[in-house]
């Protein structure tokens, strides 16, 4: 109630100069506290595309570094595969892997058992290729002399075509025995300078190193030719 007794519903008071200003007076406080609950109300609901942005990003990578785990993973699967196909492979190629060591038993053979034996086996194959080597270089020496006495025989039957009359004057059993003084007198001569008797086995080796070096065909061919030659020239 004002002074006057009227009520600030009436009518007359609100159409006043003083209830205009307590009306909007009471207006601007409701603005206001509707504008207070708003700003709020909107700062506390949070921010979902901010949060959803985050989220996806996490994921992302996360998804990443599994990818790049799992690609390591089967990259390291694959080298070990490959190294124990590579063991298999030597086990199966190297015979020395096949046979039965009696020092593990039955157990597997490890990775260093097998590259020792996988090395011992290939030192071997060299030494068997240099053998080889040395025994096709000695056959070509002795093919070498074979295709040279070949030559000689062919010579010899060509010259007794020619001279078919030559051969007719037979030779002595003596002539024969002389032949052969000749061929051992020169391989005797060989031996005894070759041949050391201090003990047994210091003479086997030596008559085995005597018999490859001076007993070849080509040097057998050169002591005939050489007694050949000299009993020809006594007897004509």
């Given at each position: 109630m004002t002074e006057s007794g009227a009520s600030p519903e009436d009518p007359w008071v609100k159409a006043s100069p003083v209830g205009l200003f307590v009306e909007s007076t009471r207006k601007g406080s409701v603005v206001s506290r509707a504008n207070s609950i708003g700003s709020t109300s909107a700062s506390s609901v949070p921010n979902t595309d901010d949060e959803d942005s985050d989220y996806?990003?996490?994921?992302?990578?996360?998804?990443?570094?599994?990818?790049?785990?799992?690609?390591?993973?089967?990259?390291?699967?694959?080298?070990?595969?490959?190294?124990?196909?590579?063991?298999?492979?030597?086990?199966t190629i190297v015979p020395t892997c096949q046979q039965q060591d009696?020092?593990?038993?039955?157990?597997?053979?490890?990775?260093?058992?097998?590259?020792?034996?996988?090395?011992?086996?290939?030192?071997?194959?060299?030494?068997?290729?240099?053998?080889q080597e040395e025994e096709v270089s000695t056959l070509r020496?002795?093919?070498?002399?074979?295709?040279?006495?070949?030559?000689?025989?062919?010579?010899?039957?060509?010259?007794?075509q020619d001279n078919p009359h030559e051969g007719e004057d037979q030779v002595s059993d003596q002539v024969k025995f002389n032949v052969f003084q000749g061929i051992m007198?020169?391989?005797?001569?060989?031996?005894?300078a070759s041949i050391s008797v201090t003990s047994f086995q210091e003479l086997s080796a030596c008559v085995f190193n005597w018999i490859e070096e001076h007993c070849k065909p080509q040097t057998l061919r050169e002591i005939v030719i050489g007694v050949l030659n000299q009993l020809k020239n006594q007897l004509y």
């Open positions: 996806h990003q996490e994921a992302y990578k996360e998804s990443y570094k599994d990818r790049r785990r799992r690609a390591h993973t089967q990259a390291e699967q694959k080298r070990r595969d490959a190294i124990k196909r590579g063991y298999d492979d030597l086990q009696f020092s593990i038993g039955s157990q597997k053979l490890s990775k260093a058992i097998v590259l020792q034996k996988t090395i011992d086996y290939i030192q071997f194959l060299h030494k068997e290729k240099k053998k020496k002795d093919v070498t002399a074979l295709k040279i006495m070949k030559v000689n025989y062919e010579q010899i039957v060509k010259a007794h007198d020169s391989l005797f001569q060989s031996f005894n």
